[in-house]
């Protein structure tokens, strides 16, 4: 009986700090180059989503908006916030491209479609991005050190993920004959 | 989206050999340069053109050049069906037999059953020249070692268009708008590319051409490349017969030359080893 409790006791401590340290050991995380905040740019400058994402004329996605489309506005500092001189003093004067990282970067095999879900599909970037083009505050961008993929493909903080099964089990619901082929996704 | 039904018509009287569709597909398909080790049987070409004669000599030898690409069978397509990987399928909408390359687990066994050699395997991990990383196309995910590969008539090119279509608000591809990489590059225009569902388009047109004809035909496997030639010896070099079972145009006839290409590719004698078949020497399949 006395071997048990320690070993119980062992068991408990050494589980906790596995499940704990788990997420530490696996992924390595890093802040976004800039403080950038989609809420006061929604509030304050009053831009709308397609002002930043745009989609090119062959229907491809520009994503993350590059530099020239911020220095517009940011030419001189609008406000006070130490986040808008940072990104003004680092990025704007000496004209660099801020590293951003993609939270729904998928991996490089597989293809995907802006035009085809929001244009043809009619689907809401909340539905497959949840909040984050609402948020004030940027998350550390977390990569699986194994394979490099981001963590966010697997769904966090309550944002759906976007794995190969999160794709099929949408299209089923909408009774959508998609999957025909695995090249329909992958490239 | 009505289904498609992608194929080719490839008129040899017009191919020149110049490998220009070869080089477009590389490019296209990041395909990385030749690896130090590699050899006639470890390079990956999706596209290949073999040089093919009539056997005969001076003044009567006559010679001509056969691209051969995946030739997207139809039919009880023998690399689908034997994978035990599911890493291949032939797409309902397009015909297009897919290959994928993370499913893969190497065994090969799809490389075997090719009957036109069109499957290649990546014994390296695939290495670009500093700073060609650049030039890379990124519709197309480079593959690594230890997988099978091969022709998807630039699926890539599939994806653009079908994102071209749908910034015009539908899905319909207007033909024309998807093309491969070495339909593109031929200088004289000797490989069209098409829907053989539209009556009216010009390879479903080409087909149906009383010089036209398809590799292997006998097998069964209804591949959607159709080769063209007026002249009567190319038209019979694709038809070998049935294993163990003369064929009427075969009959009394032994390859006329062991190192002609063609002939080696599609004497019966290989599909019982295929790894033993003599691959023609890089001279040979291009300029030789």
């Not at chain 1, 788990?22 to 950038?36: G, L």
């Not at chain 1, 660099?96 to 998928?106: I, K």
């Not at chain 2, 399928?89 to 075997?112: F, H, K």
């Not at chain 2, 590059?185 to 087909?207: V, Y």
């Amino acid at each position: 009986m006395r071997g048990i409790i320690p070993f119980v006791a062992g068991a408990a401590i050494a589980l906790s700090a596995g499940w704990a340290g788990f997420p530490y050991a696996i992924y390595k995380s890093r802040p976004q180059p800039v403080d950038f905040s989609h809420r006061v740019h929604a509030e304050k400058a009053g831009a709308k989503c397609e002002d930043c994402h745009a989609f090119r004329n062959d229907g491809t996605f520009a994503g993350i908006p590059s530099l020239d489309k911020c220095t517009g506005c940011h030419a001189a500092a609008m406000g006070t916030t130490a986040a808008e001189k940072n990104f003004i003093d680092q990025y704007v004067t000496p004209q660099r491209e801020p590293q951003w990282a993609a939270y729904a970067r998928q991996p490089e095999n597989v293809f995907f479609s802006h035009i085809a879900h929001v244009k043809l599909g009619q689907v809401k970037c909340e539905t497959c991005h949840g909040d984050q083009g609402s948020t004030d505050k940027l998350p550390r961008y977390q990569e699986d050190r194994i394979s490099g993929y981001s963590r966010d493909i697997w769904g966090t903080a309550g944002r759906p993920g976007m794995t190969m099964d999160n794709c099929v089990d949408c299209h089923r619901k909408q009774k959508l004959e998609r999957e025909h082929s695995c090249l329909e996704c992958h490239k | 989206m009505s289904a498609k039904k992608y194929g080719m018509s490839i008129d040899v009287d017009r191919c020149n050999g110049c490998g220009a569709c070869m080089v477009a597909c590389a490019v296209e398909n990041n395909i990385p340069p030749a690896h130090a080790g590699i050899n006639e049987r470890k390079g990956i070409t999706w596209i290949r053109v073999y040089k093919v004669d009539n056997g005969e000599d001076y003044p009567g030898k006559r010679s001509a050049f056969v691209p051969v690409l995946c030739q997207h069978c139809g039919e009880h397509t023998p690399c689908a069906s034997v994978c035990p990987q599911q890493a291949v399928d032939v797409d309902p909408q397009t015909g297009i037999v897919g290959q994928m390359p993370e499913r893969c687990l190497g065994c090969r066994y799809c490389m075997a059953a090719c009957p036109y050699h069109a499957r290649y395997f990546n014994w390296f991990d695939p290495v670009w020249p500093a700073g060609m990383e650049k030039t890379l196309n990124p519709d197309v995910a480079p593959r690594m070692r230890g997988v099978v590969e091969k022709c998807n008539f630039c699926h890539g090119r599939l994806h653009a268009a079908k994102q071209r279509a749908a910034a015009a608000g539908t899905e319909e591809i207007q033909p024309g708008d998807y093309v491969p990489a070495c339909v593109e590059a031929c200088p004289t225009g000797a490989i069209r590319f098409g829907d053989l569902n539209d009556a009216a388009s010009e390879t479903a047109k080409a087909a149906k051409d009383a010089n036209s004809f398809r590799l292997l035909e006998k097998l069964g496997t209804d591949p959607k490349i159709y080769y063209r030639s007026k002249k009567d010896w190319v038209r019979q070099i694709a038809s070998a017969p049935k294993v163990g079972q003369p064929h009427e145009n075969n009959v009394g006839r032994t390859p006329r030359s062991a190192r002609d290409p063609l002939v080696a590719l599609l004497a019966p004698a290989r599909s019982s080893a295929p790894s033993s078949a003599p691959l023609p020497t890089r001279k040979e399949t291009l300029h030789g």
